[in-house]
């Protein structure tokens, strides 16, 4: 059997894009369409996404925001009115410039992103300081015309949910962009056990038209980064170039301060990366379509179906529980769900019933328990519990294990001959070091960390005075 799945998938060592591309596709994740870098998102995939996308929806609303929907398409006009961010966003603009088989007068935007549609509306309903904060988010896709596209990671359209957030004081939008982001980092580590490190992008690397962009970034299996989510503080350009204004509490005019921030599908791509192995998914218990399959052995016997469908009834209560009675051969059940991620496989047959047992066997080490069907809820459930915490430890210690701090260039290139890895460096600040890196190295700036750590004074690519410590990648 073991023989028959490892053709299924090629081997992560071999050829990780390929075996990247074999578990999407073979686990029923995608499917491609008739467009190039577009993807259909199956059931499987799209439960993932539900499950991620309801704990999200919940603690952005816990927050205060309200979910609103914004328009697809958008005027070329009005796009053209924050010029950073149009010049940011050119190259992957798709527009539409016919309407049946009339050609338009003005050229349509599909959004890439929503800031000036929700400029746009900003500057009609917000008058006064009453009007704030006003705290609106979308669930939605968007449209990006990569020249390079892979399943989740980066697609011509994909799905996200996208706050724009206006507020009285530049203290306070910076506040809200910070806290959005220790959201994003709380459903990285907590919902999809992906550790993450939190911090700023470089000037470089920050969002089109944002004055900061804070972003958390994961590691995944070979080494590469992920930019996994980003929040942007706006500051007050976007409310000056369409007229955000509103009469503040001494009776003056004053513009808005305003963030912006999304988390996309991509987070599914990072979590196949970080967790997955050569027998495909590794699904977190917590956002697993199927936390527990039960698969009967020698069903055909009096009894084994029954008992089956018994203990899937008394599980369902507490889980998300699914039973293979098809007529499928058990090998094959077993790498078929393997593959697929399923967190605890049950295993019952006319041994088990007569033993008053059941066979459990983790997707994350493959050990097998053999455990009482009187306590069979009970140590499920701690199960799936110790999965979701050892899944988050195991790609922790992998990350620190990927890790490595250089203090100079010879040592940043070595670091980076054998295996892709994450590099803490010193840095001047000069964008011209920041370019010269990534010429030499192909690792570019990850992120600034909140928690900085002094590995020198120095430059590690000029040499002169820095007191900057930043994280470097190569990355997808």
């Known amino acids: 059997m073991s023989k028959q799945f490892v053709k299924k998938i090629t081997s992560m060592e071999e050829d990780f894009a390929q075996w990247y591309t074999d578990v999407v596709t073979k686990a029923k994740l995608i499917d491609y369409s008739s467009v190039r870098g577009s993807m259909i998102i199956r059931p499987y995939g799209y439960e993932i996404w539900e499950n991620i996308k309801s704990e999200l929806d919940t603690k952005i609303k816990e927050t205060g925001h309200e979910n609103v929907y914004m328009p697809l398409f958008i005027p070329e006009s009005l796009l053209q009115k924050e010029k950073d961010h149009i010049e940011g966003f050119a190259p992957e603009v ?86 959005m982001l220790t959201i994003y980092s709380s459903i990285c580590t907590e919902l999809l056990a992906i550790p993450v490190i939190k911090g700023e992008k470089t000037e470089k690397e920050k969002f089109a038209g944002a004055k900061i962009t804070y972003t958390v970034e994961s590691l995944m299996h070979d080494g590469k980064a992920l930019q996994t989510a980003t929040s942007h503080f706006l500051g007050d350009g976007f409310a000056k170039a369409f007229g955000i204004e509103f009469l503040d509490r001494n009776g003056k005019q004053q513009s808005v301060h305003q963030t912006s921030w999304g988390f996309t599908t991509r987070v599914i791509g990072a979590m196949i990366m970080v967790h997955g192995d050569n027998r495909g998914l590794v699904i977190p218990p917590k956002v697993a379509p199927t936390q527990v399959v039960i698969i009967p052995i020698a069903q055909h016997k009096e009894g084994v179906l029954d008992q089956a469908y018994s203990l899937e009834k008394r599980l369902s209560k507490q889980v998300r529980i699914n039973i293979d009675a098809s007529d499928k051969q058990p090998g094959w059940k077993f790498n078929e769900y393997e593959m697929q991620g399923v967190p605890i496989r049950l295993e019952i047959g006319p041994k088990d019933i007569a033993a008053d047992q059941v066979v459990l066997v983790r997707r994350d080490t493959g050990e ?80 600034i960390p909140y928690e900085q750590e002094s590995i020198s004074d120095k430059c590690v690519y000029c040499g002169r005075k820095a007191d900057k410590m930043v994280y470097w990648a190569k990355a997808y």
């Not at 000036?116 to 979308?138: C, G, M, T, W």
């Not at 009970?378 to 430890?393: A, G, H, P, R, V």
């Open 368 to 447: 097998k328990l053999t455990i009482s069907l009187n306590d069979v809820e009970s140590k499920t459930l701690e199960i799936l519990s110790t999965i979701q915490d050892n899944l988050y430890m195991k790609a922790s210690k992998r990350m620190a294990e990927k890790t490595t701090s250089v203090t100079n260039m010879q040592g940043f290139q070595e670091a980076l001959q054998i295996e892709s890895r994450l590099v803490k460096a010193m840095w001047c600040g000069n964008t011209s070091c920041e370019d010269l890196i990534k010429e030499k190295t192909g690792a570019t700036s990850r992120c």
């Open 94 to 179: 798709a527009w539409v410039t016919h309407g049946g088989q009339e050609e338009l007068q003005e050229r349509l935007c599909v959004r890439p992103t929503s800031e000036v549609i929700f400029a746009e509306h900003y500057k009609n309903i917000i008058h006064s300081y009453r009007d704030l904060p006003k705290l609106y988010n979308q669930w939605s896709n968007v449209v990006r015309w990569e020249k390079t596209t892979r399943p989740f990671l980066r697609t011509l359209e994909f799905l996200w949910q996208e706050g724009h957030t206006c507020h009285e004081t530049e203290t306070e939008a910076i506040n809200e962009a910070e806290k």
